[in-house]
């Protein structure tokens, strides 16, 4: 419970301000890019925005691609598990954006740009997806409509390519392999065969990782964006939460949820969150936000970190014992404050958070998450317009698993321990509301605000294994001798190759600084292109071989 309590604690604090709505800010220009075809495999936002814009290749060129690369290595060859379902309708959208393109050019950045969302992300039906955070206990239902990110993908032009895997209800539902779905099955990372792809965003993080799809959405409630980014060699932002909208987004709840990128690099996280951050009048969570949201491209700068002063909260979250950190780990992260340093930031160690060890000992996240489950799961069932499972409540959902074991309960799949302690509880009371206020207090009062403020600090620095941070980016690899460890009945960590990260962690509404911080770091080290996914995991399927061929 250490991990899930730290991470409430976080979530709390931190917020992205991010804005939307782009007019048209590109003429199609027609003319020709310089240089070869881009990688699908590294390839970013604004390389495949120059490729369309110049008309080398087309958005239906890129489905047509990424489609083959998913077929490639998702049940074929490694089985990766990373997506549940693709977008039956991407390609008429695809044909529809690239005839828009050429008659008006692109609406945004993300124009005509493949997309996969979490299974958890509602997409409306008639387009042919199902949206079922990954449980067969909503296979066929109706959802009213587009969650509001996807609303606002659509709206600047983005194709939803189609529905990743994930730890089945975003890991609400007991004590689970990461990366596991009944519909999707054991989902694992490409770097090393059968490894732990972390969760629950496991399969935007898979995808992303080996460019299934340009750029992905996950959520996260408590580490579920940045722990798949850590084990990716990817990079990812937890908004802090109310930036984004939850609207459409089975929940788990609302006081910590939040909807954010994962992506190969922090540029194209930032260009993703400018575009789904912003007011929603359906989640008025988003109502609260202070500000306009900011462009956060414009927070890409390789100085950003010059002058700022970066704190190291040692109490508890580097305390092995309670941290689970490894020198492995350890010493990479101590590699990566000596390169802080020499990119102009002061590092101010240790910067403890005073509520530290009260955190580690508070099983007040489990009172807040679980009331606020059952209420929330049982509100969403009742809003679906149909439901073939008959499910309608959490209560029925228990059941349904039980009734149907093949599905639901296979071998080393089977708990569902925490959707029986969410179901036994009974709503808002005292013990509720006073879990609610020490989770705040811990988190911000006591938490991060009050480390930053003795300290006078911009951000906090720590390895992304283990907790809520944000954003987070490459930092290192296991090394090839590495003695692999169970981490669930199908999948190893560490693991020879297998990757973690660092995250930048800050106050409410301090994503555009902690972008940058994240940029400058990302920019000197590299980290990502520094080791490659396991051979069989890197799909061969490339524009060129669509271009080439007449299908
Ligand atoms: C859900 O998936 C099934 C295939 O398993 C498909 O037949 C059906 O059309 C999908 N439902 C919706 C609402 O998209
Ligand atoms: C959102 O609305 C609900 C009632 O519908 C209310 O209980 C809650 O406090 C509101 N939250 C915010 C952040 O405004
Ligand atoms: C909740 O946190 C407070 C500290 O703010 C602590 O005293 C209390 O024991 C915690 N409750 C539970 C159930 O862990
Ligand atoms: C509040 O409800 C929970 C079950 O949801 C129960 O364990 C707890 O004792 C209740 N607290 C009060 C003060 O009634
Ligand atoms: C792995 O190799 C490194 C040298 O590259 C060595 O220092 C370390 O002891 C080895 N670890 C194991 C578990 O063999
Ligand atoms: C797109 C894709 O490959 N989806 C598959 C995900 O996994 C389930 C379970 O194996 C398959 O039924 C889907 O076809």
């Not at 007991?174 to 990366?179: F, H, Q, T, V, Y």
């Not at 939040?258 to 575009?275: E, K, Y």
């Not at 010059?306 to 014992?321: C, E, W, Y």
């Not at 009260?358 to 149909?386: G, H, M, P, R």
Request: charged fraction near 15%; proline fraction near 7%.
């Amino acid at each position: 419970m250490l991990w899930l309590s730290l991470g409430l604690a976080l979530q709390v604090l931190v917020r992205i301000p991010g804005a939307t709505a782009r007019g048209r800010e590109v003429k199609p220009t027609l003319t020709k890019r310089e240089g070869a075809l881009p990688d699908l495999y590294e390839a970013s936002v604004t390389e495949l925005q120059a490729g369309l814009n110049s008309g080398e290749f087309t958005s239906v060129d890129l489905v047509k691609a990424y489609f083959a690369r998913i077929g490639e290595v998702n049940l074929a060859g490694p089985a990766l598990r990373a997506v549940i379902e693709t977008n039956p309708s991407a390609l008429a959208e695809a044909a529809a954006l690239d005839a828009e393109r050429q008659l008006l050019g692109p609406r945004s950045l993300l124009h005509g740009i493949p997309v996969l969302v979490k299974d958890n992300i509602a997409t409306t039906a008639s387009e042919g997806m199902n949206t079922t955070a990954g449980s067969y206990s909503m296979l066929g239902s109706i959802v009213p409509g587009d969650a509001g990110v996807v609303k606002r993908l659509r709206a600047a032009g983005a194709i939803i390519l189609g529905k990743a895997n994930l730890s089945e209800f975003a890991h609400y539902r007991g004590n689970l392999a990461s990366g596991w779905s009944g519909r999707g099955g054991q989902c694992t990372s490409a770097y090393y065969p059968g490894s732990d792809p972390c969760g629950s965003s496991a399969g935007s993080g898979v995808a992303a990782s080996i460019g299934l799809a340009a750029v992905t959405l996950g959520t996260e409630t408590d580490g579920s964006i940045t722990c798949p980014a850590s084990h990716n060699n990817i990079a990812g932002i937890k908004p802090t939460v109310g930036l984004t909208s939850r609207a459409g987004v089975i929940p788990i709840s609302e006081h910590q949820d939040t909807v954010g990128p994962l992506t190969r690099s922090i540029s194209d996280a930032a260009i993703v969150l400018s575009i789904i951050a912003g007011p929603d009048p359906n989640d008025n969570f988003t109502l609260a936000q202070p500000n306009r949201v900011p462009q956060y491209t414009r927070a890409l700068n390789v100085n950003a970190l010059q002058g700022a002063r970066i704190g190291v909260p040692r109490a508890m979250f580097l305390d092995p014992t309670y941290s689970g950190l490894d020198d492995t780990v350890l010493s990479a992260y101590a590699t990566a404050l000596d390169t802080l340093k020499s990119l102009g930031a002061t590092i101010v160690d240790p910067a403890d958070l005073p509520s530290a060890y009260d955190i580690a000992a508070s099983n007040n996240e489990t009172i807040v998450l679980n009331t606020d489950f059952k209420i929330q799961l049982n509100a969403w069932y009742q809003s679906l317009y149909t439901n073939p499972s008959g499910v309608r409540s959490l209560e029925q959902l228990i059941a349904f698993d039980n009734a149907n074991p093949s599905l639901e309960e296979p071998a080393g799949y089977t708990s569902q321990s925490i959707l029986i302690d969410s179901e036994a509880t009974t709503g808002f009371n005292a013990t509720y509301y006073q879990a609610l206020a020490s989770d705040y207090d811990m988190g911000r009062t006591r938490g991060i605000d009050a480390a930053l403020q003795q300290y006078n600090l911009d951000a906090l620095v720590l390895p992304a294994p283990g907790y809520t941070t944000t954003p987070a980016v490459p930092l290192g690899f296991y090394p090839d001798n590495t003695t692999t460890q169970s981490a669930g009945p199908a999948t190893v960590y560490p693991a020879p190759g297998a990757p973690f990260g660092l995250s930048f962690l800050g106050t409410a509404y301090s994503e555009y600084n902690l972008i940058g911080y994240a940029y400058a770091y990302e920019q000197k080290t590299q980290t990502r292109l520094a080791r490659r996914a396991y051979p069989a995991a890197i799909p061969a399927t490339q524009i060129a071989d669509i271009i080439g061929s007449s299908a």
